[in-house]
């Protein structure tokens, strides 16, 4: 039977780096995907240009069942050791906004050099995991092309993300079969839907952008939301959906920093004559301020002929807008999955079993799920790494 030190289930962002970091001389270590191509989501990532780590990681921008949890590996391995990799690879990136760093090409230059830092390590693509068994002092792992033994498992196999990528609950499913905690994986940085009756009214402002900043159980972020003809998306409702319970009422201001009551109330002194959904036009995109004015019944309706208080409803419906979405897009279109083996099982530093010591869980398959903007794939890195120096 085939013999390796260290097999690692999945080729992901996660499998690739924990693979380079793993090696040393004469250790054969070995990775395993089902998939044809090594780092999918990584060629995908960011509109083909790969938001790969994010300046302002730090613990706080995760969620997890434990927020503690994920301190360790990220203080060990952090932004600036990617961009060092990244600059030695002489792949050239910049800043967007808000500390995420993109590549100025194309991400497969990241996937390439994630495959070079783990050269003197073994890629078997097409090959299926099954059950594994521990074995005296080792691990039995059942693949699609034989069984093998291995003295340490890494799993890496991801979340359940876009199916149609090949995601898979593997990885859960090992946890489970050791007896390991999952906490219930859900979509999360995706867009939200909304129920058929909202459909008919905000399906005519699909495509309408706008900046707005929402706060909702902890999470607080101001950025681009976007109307859809199916819900809403956009980068906000992205990060918000990871907080979010279906059933719970969004609150959004849809014009953050301006306080609409007053603003009008100071139009109606200088402008009277101008309508209510010309003077939201000067706050709102026009189609938005349109909606809004309809829906009050206030369409044609003169700013001079509002008294203070109907002033102050439309105030509040614009400044503490709130929607109640009814789902969300699903594992379909997300970009994480929530949830995943429960933190209490794993050891921080190394991300291995507390009660089987030679397995790890890495990256997305473990409950620690990042904001949008290139923190998971430095979960990812920082995770992957501090299990390839213990495994
Ligand atoms: P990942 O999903 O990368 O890898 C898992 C691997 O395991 C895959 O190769 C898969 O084929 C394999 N696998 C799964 N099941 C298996 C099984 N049963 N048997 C064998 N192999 C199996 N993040 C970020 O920080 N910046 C960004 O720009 C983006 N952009 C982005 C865009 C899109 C469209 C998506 C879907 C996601 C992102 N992300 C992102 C999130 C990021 O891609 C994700 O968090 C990491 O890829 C997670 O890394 P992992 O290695 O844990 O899983």
Known sequence: ?????????GAGAAGLFCAGSALAPGRRVLVLDHADRPGEKIRISGGGRCNFTNLATAPDRFLSGNPRFPASALARFRPADFVDLVDRAGIAWHEKTQGQLFCDGRSTQIIDMLLQRMRGAELRLNCVPGAIRHAGDRFEVETGQGRLTAARVVVATGGKSIPKMGATAYGYDVARAFGFGCTEPRPGLVPLTFAEQDLMRYRPLAGVSLEVQISHRGGLFRDALLFTHRGLSGPVILQISSYWLPGEVLE??????????????????????????????????????????????????????????????????????????????????????LGGVDTRDLDARTMQARRMPGLHFIGECVDVTGWLGGYNFQWAWASGHAAGLAA
Do not use: C, F
């Open 252 to 337: 959004l201001d849809l014009v953050p920093g301006e306080d609409v009551t007053a603003t009008l109330k100071a139009q109606r002194g200088q402008a009277g004559r101008m309508s209510v959904a010309t003077a939201l036009a000067r706050m709102l995109p026009e189609r938005l301020a349109q909606a809004v004015a309809v829906e009050m019944g206030l369409a044609e309706a003169r700013l001079a002929d509002q008294p203070n208080r109907v002033l102050e409803v439309i105030g509040r419906r614009v400044n503490r807008w709130q929607t109640r979405p009814v789902g969300t897009e699903g594992y379909r279109t997300a970009e994480v999955t």
């Open 1 to 9: 039977m085939e013999h390796v030190d260290l097999v690692i289930l």
